[in-house]
């Protein structure tokens, strides 16, 4: 998956090689809870269900939040289409009627549980996918220090040597044999020092990274040069 914005713009490729974007006002302090869903669903953090679950529970919130004719769920429940009110029939306890207010209610309930113990299920694995990341930087920053270490005594113990070496005495020839010495006892040091470095996919996927091919560059290129058009039409 990538991610590229602008101020006013979003653009998400998704790891299935489609491209979707949100178009979000720059002039506004933040975006509607239905496209913070969709941005959610577009960056694969919710699954197509999990997704479902979310909206379905948006429907209830913005009939009784914002629109003032809707004064109970049963109002609510009544202009529902057919496929929401089936959807929201799979939250009832047994014997539960959606022609009864006390029943939606709990019905409602347990969509908000189950929307509530996703976010902690997220938040979790988010916990965790963090603790891996920053184990797989230390790890490696670790190597590192042990290769800087090491460079550091090699180059340390071979410029020493030269300063208390007499270059002018006839016998120098005896210094390129002390620093050979000096060399061959390094490089078992370095071979000796864990030779990891960052594995790409293991990386990428703790990461969320993912190399696009030229066609996907193409399309989000297009996407991009519209946009901005656009923008410098209305300006």
Do not use: W
Request: aromatic fraction near 10%; glycine fraction near 2%.
């Amino acid at each position: 998956m990538m991610v590229a914005n602008r101020p006013g713009f979003l653009v998400i490729l998704r790891r299935n090689g489609v491209v979707s974007f949100i178009i979000i006002s720059s002039n506004k302090a933040g975006i509607s809870f239905k496209n913070k869903i969709d941005l959610l669903f577009d960056l694969e953090v919710f699954t197509k269900a999990e997704n479902a679950e979310m909206e379905l529970l948006s429907v209830f919130r913005n009939k009784l939040l914002h629109d003032i004719s809707f004064s109970s769920l049963l109002s609510v429940v009544q202009q529902l289409d057919s496929s929401l009110k089936t959807k929201f029939r799979g939250y009832f306890e047994d014997k539960g009627s959606i022609d009864d207010e006390v029943h939606c209610k709990r019905a409602l309930a347990n969509i908000f549980l189950k929307n509530i113990q996703t976010i902690r299920f997220k938040v979790q694995h988010l916990r965790e996918l963090n603790q891996s990341k920053n184990e797989l930087i230390q790890e490696n920053l670790k190597i590192n220090l042990q290769h800087i270490d090491v460079f550091y005594d090699f180059t340390d113990e071979i410029c020493i040597k030269i300063e208390q070496s007499n270059l002018e005495h006839p016998d120098l020839a005896n210094l390129a044999a002390d620093l050979l010495v000096s060399i061959e006892k390094f490089q078992k040091l370095f071979s000796g020092v864990e030779k990891k470095v960052f594995n790409f996919d293991v990386f990428a996927s703790l990461f969320g990274l993912r190399k696009m091919d030229e066609a996907q560059n193409a399309e989000l290129r297009l996407l991009h040069d519209a946009y901005f058009n656009a923008r410098q039409k209305k300006s």
